[in-house]
């Protein structure tokens, strides 16, 4: 017997007085016979329905019942009635009746004839929603593959019928969170769930109907652990223990799968087992990075240990300003080996005082000067009893690309302190520790992207859980 709305198959479930009904597991629907019933039912402005029996086959038709408060679907043949989640409760509500199905000595039930036996063929139905929240569409056609997409999100199990009294919820005292420390794990097949949150419900009423037995006042200890997009969720009340395996699926799946028009709801916020969007990226520009941050390394180290790093020569000068020629010029020097860069290191004595230094590599062949200007400054002091300093009184200058040859080279000071010492130091071909940070860089910028991206999703994931990767900031601002 197959659910005549959303076409999954139907289970037996047996109520007290040994009565017997059918279930639907996905659309929660209920299938009773008139016999069944504890309430005198009179059926009345029959219409045709687009839905098929599912006991005998026979074509089934709308009624109305209390005066066209309350429509189900009735089949003439073997007497069966249908009814939607929500309308048991509302036969309840309209009948003065907490108890519906049973077993009474008389039946005075006022149906109609049964029409002719000419069973219509079945028309796909869609499915009012499952149990987790997707709205109620009882108009929209569906395809069969609906009860397998159900089985899949709710699982074989069977709806018992429950009430909608109210008790007050047992006092749980000051539970402590033992989970909370330990931080559990759970393997299966393979994986390592982490704990994500543990926790202490309570049914304080019931209303509708459930996969489950359940009563006002049940009281469990629920834990999940998720290797998303997986979760295993335990459920632990003093009879027994309860282990479920759940997969995430996204909405649109859903949305597909019932053949629903439009698009679900825009989502919010991050679900337990939802898979991280940049894990995918993150790991395969992790598979990239590495590599190519170890190779930027040994290239630097081969370029260092190749590397001539040979000194040329060491000038020291005197500066004063009543000296009438300012710029010094060096002797001629050569510069060797294959073209690379040269650097040019500046010492001085500066104290509370700036200079600039206004320079010129010179080819002594060629006259074709570099030309290069750098700055130095050096304060300190003493503000509040603290000591503070600023600048420095030496810098340093890399020329480039130095062809082999000849070479003298021009300095000229500009300074306001009255007499400067300083010296200039020549290296040749040197190895810069920079270029290997330019190149780490250069790499790091699009993988900390990602990787702040996928940080991002986890801290939002792990904010409701019992291990906030960010603890929250809860004081108030004086």
């Not at 049973?102 to 029409?115: L, N």
């Not at 569906?142 to 009294?165: H, I």
Request: aromatic fraction near 10%; proline fraction near 8%; glycine fraction near 8%.
């Amino acid at each position: 017997m197959n659910c005549p709305k959303c076409h999954g198959p139907l289970q037996f479930v047996r109520l007290p007085d040994s009565v017997d009904i059918e279930a639907c597991p996905f659309c929660n629907g209920v299938f009773y016979d008139l016999s069944e019933l504890t309430v005198d039912l009179k059926i009345e402005n029959l219409m045709a329905s687009r839905y098929v029996c599912p006991k005998c086959g026979g074509a089934m038709k709308a009624g109305t019942v209390f005066a066209g408060k309350l429509t189900l679907e009735h089949c003439g043949q073997c007497q069966g009635i249908w009814l939607d989640p929500g309308e048991i409760q509302t036969l309840r509500k309209l009948s003065g009746k907490d108890k519906i199905a049973g077993t009474r000595g008389t039946h005075d039930v006022e149906a109609p004839p049964p029409p002719n036996p000419a069973p219509a063929p079945a028309v796909p139905a869609a499915a009012p929603g499952l149990a987790a929240g997707l709205p109620a569409a009882p108009q929209r056609r569906v395809d069969p593959a609906v009860a397998e997409l159900g089985r899949k999100l709710v699982g074989d199990t069977v709806p018992r019928k429950t009430s909608p009294n109210a008790v007050e919820p047992p006092d749980c005292g000051n539970w402590t969170n033992p989970d909370i420390l330990r931080n559990p794990v759970v393997h299966h097949d393979g994986r390592e769930f982490r704990h994500f949150q543990t926790s202490k419900p309570v049914v304080s009423y019931v209303l509708g109907e459930f996969n489950w037995r359940v009563k006002a006042g049940d009281l469990a200890v629920a834990r999940d652990f998720i290797c998303p997009p997986y979760i295993i969720s335990e459920d632990k009340t003093e009879e027994d223990t309860t282990w479920s395996l759940g997969e995430y699926i996204e909405p649109q799946e859903i949305w597909q799968g019932f053949k629903m028009e439009g698009a679900p709801p825009p989502a919010r916020g991050t679900a337990p087992a939802q898979p991280n969007p940049g894990e995918e990226t993150y790991a395969s520009m992790s598979k990239v990075f590495w590599p190519l941050a170890a190779a930027c390394l040994c290239v630097f180290m081969l370029a260092a240990v190749f590397s001539q790093h040979r000194k040329i020569q060491d000038y020291s000068f005197r500066y004063d300003v009543t000296d009438t020629e300012k710029s010094r010029v060096t002797l001629p020097f050569d510069i060797t080996g294959r073209t690379s860069n040269v650097r040019v290191k500046i010492n001085t004595d500066l104290d509370n005082r700036w200079a600039f230094f206004s320079m010129a590599l010179i080819n002594a062949d060629t006259d074709e000067a570099l030309d290069f200007g750098r700055e130095v400054g050096y304060y300190h002091g003493v503000d509040g009893g603290e000591s503070w300093s600023e600048g420095s009184r030496q810098d340093t200058v890399y020329l480039p690309s130095v062809k082999a040859g000849s070479y003298y080279l021009r300095v000229e000071p500009e300074t306001d302190a009255s007499g400067l010492s300083y010296t200039v130091q020549l290296t040749r071909d040197v190895a810069r520790v920079s270029y290997l940070f330019y190149a780490w860089l250069a790499l790091a910028l699009p993988f900390g992207w990602v990787w702040f991206w996928r940080r991002s999703f986890e801290v939002g994931r792990w904010q409701e859980s019992d291990h906030p990767m960010v603890e929250e900031d809860d004081d108030d601002d004086d």
